[in-house]
């Protein structure tokens, strides 16, 4: 009979345990690592996520046994040690393989090297309690991270102590991330849909956040072709190789414009509500939703993120969207074009939407794996007409051009309820502070002339696909 603590059991695994129910293990604890035992209770080793998936992307199957990666001869403390004696066993290592680590798991075993607790000291040798500290997700590769939420998230992370690596092929420039320095922060340029850069980029994250796409109708409908491939066969692509590297947090970007033309506009749509998109760049969202939930199982963990339309200032800015067009115009114009009014949306500025995802990244596994949520504010339903009268209130000298012949076939309200309860996210920012906020910018000279470019996805692409017409 085993002396090992309850829950240090939970960390155990025999050696003939395969790489990838342990890494399941490790994934379930959220504690990063797994003790190797005999039949007689004797340690033979320790395991890491990391270990295990080093290993399988070196080529090793999944099911292999754990074997192939234990560290033997790992540093153990008697019962009878103090905390500043098992502290004081690990300082080689603190300077060494875990140098930089807040906390270390450290085996205790009885005179017959038999495992009877696992013990988790922080670097300054005070013992935490393993039951309620979960291990860190360490490193997080974002795909399409230099974009407009992007961006927003890379700098989070690295606040929230990740270390960030973007991959991103620049279609709109490094503006975004240009500014960055840090040590935690790697840009890989490339092309998502290559396998072999995905792969590489894959390597060594603990979770991936899958931002990357040609985003908006406009810049969607350039090339419906390429649109399909970033949208929807990238994001398999990018799926497929996180699941057979057991990467098994794998979070996705969607969007509200799923919903499409609800039925009834006023009512408020859940995640359970059926879809009814309208777009090409919808129609990818929904395929790819479709996909990577199918894949889902108990060691693969994707979660999709339906976003509201987002707004707001952001480091690569973006004069496309509606809150954020409505303002430069009111700014600089004088003028606030409303096409239709009378349809629904809901929004979310662009800061609130990137803490989503650290929400989703600290959420127990558990919690998000497999699920939907909308993510925005039930308070920031509105029509576009009321945007229109918002940007007024903020340029009470600007002239609200109405034009309700021209109208947008996308009108639905949206239900926030689930992200908010499940994951306990609160949104900061409201429409008018985003406007207020990017009024202040505009004033400033901050952006320029916002209808360079660089500022509107379809117009970027567009003369990049001349550029590349013109070139052939």
Request: charge should be negative; aromatic fraction near 6%.
């Amino acid at each position: 009979m085993s002396a090992c603590g309850r829950g240090s059991r939970k960390l155990v695994v025999k050696p003939g345990t395969t790489q990838q129910d342990t890494i399941w293990l490790i994934d379930q604890t959220e504690l990063g690592i797994a003790m190797i035992v005999d039949n007689s209770d004797h340690l033979v080793g320790t395991a890491t996520d990391g270990d295990i998936r080093c290993s399988i992307l070196s080529g090793v199957s999944l099911d292999a046994s754990v074997e192939e990666v234990v560290n033997e001869g790992p540093v153990t403390a008697s019962p009878a040690q103090s905390d500043d004696e098992k502290h004081s066993a690990f300082t080689d290592l603190l300077q060494g393989r875990y140098r930089g680590r807040e906390s270390f798991f450290l085996p205790v075993v009885d005179d017959k090297d038999r495992l009877i607790d696992v013990q988790r000291l922080t670097a300054e040798g005070t013992r935490l309690n393993k039951k309620t500290t979960r291990q860190p997700l360490q490193s997080v590769l974002v795909i399409g991270g230099a974009g407009y939420i992007g961006s927003v998230l890379s700098r989070k992370l690295l606040e929230h102590g990740y270390e960030v690596t973007v991959l991103d092929n620049l279609t709109y420039g490094d503006q975004g991330i240009a500014e960055i320095e840090s040590e935690r922060f790697t840009l890989v340029e490339g092309d998502m849909r290559s396998t072999e850069i995905l792969t590489d980029a894959i390597r060594g994250m603990d979770a991936v956040i899958h931002l990357g796409a040609i985003v908006g109708e406009p810049a969607s409908n350039l090339d419906p072709q390429k649109t399909l491939e970033m949208n929807y066969h990238a994001t398999r692509l990018a799926a497929d190789i996180c699941k057979s590297h057991q990467v098994n947090r794998f979070l996705f970007a969607s969007t509200c414009s799923v919903y499409g033309r609800a039925v009834d506009d006023r009512e408020r749509l859940t995640e359970e509500s059926g879809v009814n998109p309208v777009s090409l760049y919808a129609e990818t969202k929904v395929r790819s939703e479709q996909a990577l939930l199918k894949m889902a199982t108990e060691h693969f963990s994707p979660t999709v993120f339906r976003m509201a339309t987002i707004f707001g200032h952001s480091p690569r800015m973006r004069f496309d969207l509606v809150v954020n067009i409505l303002t430069a115009k009111a700014a600089t114009e004088g003028t606030i074009p409303i096409f239709g009014g009378k349809q629904y949306r809901p929004f979310v500025h662009v800061a609130d939407a990137a803490q989503a995802y650290i929400d989703c990244l600290q959420a127990p596994i558990e919690d998000v794996s497999g699920q939907v949520f909308n993510v925005g504010s039930d308070e920031e339903n509105y029509r576009i007409i009321e945007i229109g009268d918002l940007v007024s209130e903020a340029f009470p000298n600007a002239v609200v051009d109405h034009r309700p012949e021209d109208t947008d076939q996308r009108s639905y309200c949206v239900d926030f309820s689930k992200i908010r309860e499940v994951l306990g996210y609160e949104t900061e920012y409201t429409v008018v502070g985003g406007v207020d906020e990017m009024a202040e910018a505009l004033n400033g000279g901050l952006y320029g002339d916002y209808t360079d470019t660089v500022y509107h996805n379809s117009r970027s692409l567009e003369r990049q696909l001349q550029a590349t017409e013109a070139s052939d």
